[in-house]
T-cell receptor
Framework: GESVGLHLPTLSVQEGDNSIINCAYS??????FIWYKQESGKGPQFIID?????DKRQGQRVTVLLNKTVKHLSLQIAATQPGDSAVYFC????????????FGGGTRVLVKP | DGGITQSPKYLFRKEGQNVTLSCEQN?????MYWYRQDPGQGLRLIYY???????QKGDIAEGYSVSREKKESFPLTVTSAQKNPTAFYLC??????????FGEGSWLTVV
């Protein structure tokens, strides 16, 4: 079946550097993508989303890029801070699949002081 | 998300027992979801509902049941048929077509 996966299970980054988290998806019918941040023992928090008619969207310190040709999604975090240490998940939705929201396996980001 | 309340935070189940996890939202959202998360893993969809009195199975519905009698409530029952229920359970809600917000989760342990 369709799946959403991540390339890197753990990412270590120096405080102040930029972080890039990657995600591959396999369902070409997916039309909506979301990035979430999850801290230990808590529910995921929404970071940013993007629809399939866009290839880039920016938020505060974050940018999501969507490449539909290669079915790839990335989250860029500028000037990474200690508070950015968490697990990051991408999720995708397909209207054709009844609006199910499917999550990838997650990437842990560790920010070094 | 402050508008989504899950209870209890911690729950223990004996072998052969059914347990029910509560999820309430005051955001007037039509869509509600239940996910299961095992340690170090991603979220897997159990059930979801896009409207009152209707719900669909997710990827791992076996051993679980839900109801959606009220817009604000979407309880999840973990039945004795679920052989490995120990996990972190997350409820979410959204306006249909928008990104769901999540509750703080419920930890279920079999004793």
């Amino acid at each position: 079946g369709e799946s959403v996966g991540l390339h890197l299970p753990t990412l270590s980054v120096q405080e102040g550097d930029n972080s890039i988290i990657n995600c591959a998806y396999s369902n070409s019918a997916s039309d909506y993508f979301i990035w979430y941040k999850q801290e230990s023992g808590k529910g995921p928090q929404f970071i940013i989303d993007i629809r399939s008619n866009m290839d880039k969207r920016q938020g505060q310190r974050v940018t999501v890029l969507l490449n539909k040709t290669v079915k790839h999604l990335s989250l860029q975090i500028a000037a990474t801070q200690p508070g950015d240490s968490a697990v990051y998940f991408c999720a995708e939705r397909s209207k054709a699949a009844g609006n199910k929201l499917t999550f990838g396996g997650g990437t842990r980001v560790l920010v070094k002081p | 998300d402050g508008g989504i309340t899950q209870s209890p935070k911690y729950l223990f189940r004996k072998e052969g027992q059914n347990v029910t996890l509560s999820c309430e939202q005051n955001l007037n959202h039509d869509a509600m979801y239940w996910y299961r998360q095992d340690p170090g893993q991603g979220l897997r969809l159990i059930y979801y509902s896009q409207i009152v009195n209707d719900f669909q199975k997710g990827d791992i519905a076996e051993g679980y049941s839900v109801s959606r009698e009220k817009k604000e409530s979407f309880p999840l029952t973990v039945t004795s048929a679920q052989k490995n229920p120990t996990a972190f359970y997350l409820c979410a809600s959204s306006i249909v077509g928008r990104a769901p917000g999540f509750g703080e989760g419920s930890w279920l342990t079999v004793v």
